[in-house]
Structures are given as C-alpha cells and as structure tokens.
C-alpha cells in the first residue's frame, strides 16, 4: 500500500498508530521528534506523513512548512490532543490545514478514524 512517515513525541500513540496502519498493509516509519523526522523524511520519499502538532523544540507546524519546501505533492495529516482545555488543539488543527495538511485528527481517534483519514488524504 502506502509508505507512511509518522512523527509523534510519545512512544505510545507511535506504537498504536503503527499496529493501526500496519494492519491496513501499509508501510510505516516512525519518528520521535521533528528534527528526526524530518530527517527521515530528506533520507526516504514517502507518500503521507502524519505529524502531531505539540511536541517539544519543534512543533509540527513547523515540520510542515518544512516538508511543503521539500516536496510540496506528499499528503500531510495532522493530529493533536493538546491543549483542549484552552481550544488551542482545534485552532492549531485549522493553522496545519492552512499550512498544507491534508487532514487532521484530534486524539483521542479510534482505529477506523484513522485508516479513514489515511485512505482520504492518499486518494485526494
């Protein structure tokens, strides 16, 4: 199926989002930081990145507009589940579908969320 970048902060989302996908036939790479991913991303083309917004030294805002200067065709999800007290995750999904995200998801998602999501943003 597809090769798909995920980059997270937390070990946990990144192992239920590759059992997810993984068990959709697609091919998943994982990063646990923006910079790592990033590299990742320069080292190998894949067809969708799925980035978090709120990570530490590099938000996924920023990991965005980075790829979109690299390659400005690859699918691009955001999700995030930070700051939901304040609203800030909403409008921080609106500022990445701004950014070029093809989509976006707020944690916490189920299984057939995400795959939807997935399967989406590869056919837009």
């Not at 923006?34 to 990145?49: C, P, T, V, W, Y």
């Not at 030294?57 to 690859?74: A, F, W």
Request: hydrophobic share 40%.
């Amino acid at each position: 199926m597809a090769s798909i970048l995920v980059i997270d902060d937390d070990p946990d989302i990144l192992t239920i989002v590759r059992r997810y996908l993984e068990s959709s036939g697609h091919e998943i790479d994982l990063a646990l930081s923006g910079s790592d991913g990033l590299e990742s991303f320069r080292k190998r083309a894949h067809d969708l990145i799925i980035t978090d917004i709120f990570m530490p030294k590099q938000s996924g805002l920023t990991i965005i507009q980075e790829i979109r200067r690299i390659d400005s065709n690859v699918k691009i999800i955001a999700f995030s589940g930070g700051n939901e007290a304040i609203g800030m995750g909403k409008f921080m999904l609106r500022a990445a579908e701004e950014a070029g995200a093809a989509g976006t998801l707020e944690k916490p998602f189920t299984r057939e969320e995400l795959v939807s999501s997935v399967e989406e943003a590869l056919s837009s």
